[in-house]
């Protein structure tokens, strides 16, 4: 059975910092590509960081400098470090690890943790 489990999210003022941990099992996770996604209310989810399997990471442009993405594939885990957060970073945190073996897609999410900022 395939799990991500994040971990991390809360209430935080504006400028301040979290970090989120999303611990992934039932795979084998370094061949797969991992991310991290977010949903505000009422706005479409959207791509926060990737983190691939060949080690190359890319981030949306509304966080780029401000979060870090990384992955431990000792322990499994993929990990969002984010500073100076504002309140527009305000949205439900998913986890994700997908990859393509033999033509069939493997895609795997985790059940989110909620992000608030806010004073």
């Known amino acids: 059975q395939v799990q991500l489990v994040e971990s991390g999210g809360g209430l935080v003022q504006p400028g301040g910092s979290l970090r989120l941990s999303c611990a992934v099992s039932g795979i084998i996770f370094n061949i797969y590509n991992t991310g991290w996604y977010r949903q505000a209310p009422g706005k479409q989810r959207e791509c926060v960081a990737i983190f691939t399997h060949s080690n190359s990471t890319n981030y949306g442009d509304s966080v780029k400098g401000r979060f870090t993405i990384s992955r431990d594939n000792a322990k499994n885990t993929v990990y969002l470090e984010m500073n100076r957060l504002k309140s527009e970073d305000t949205a439900v945190y998913f986890c994700?690890?997908?990859?393509?073996?033999?033509?069939?897609?493997?895609?795997?999410w985790g059940q989110g943790t909620q992000v608030t900022v806010s004073s």
């Open positions: 994700n690890a997908w990859t393509q073996l033999l033509g069939r897609v493997n895609d795997y």
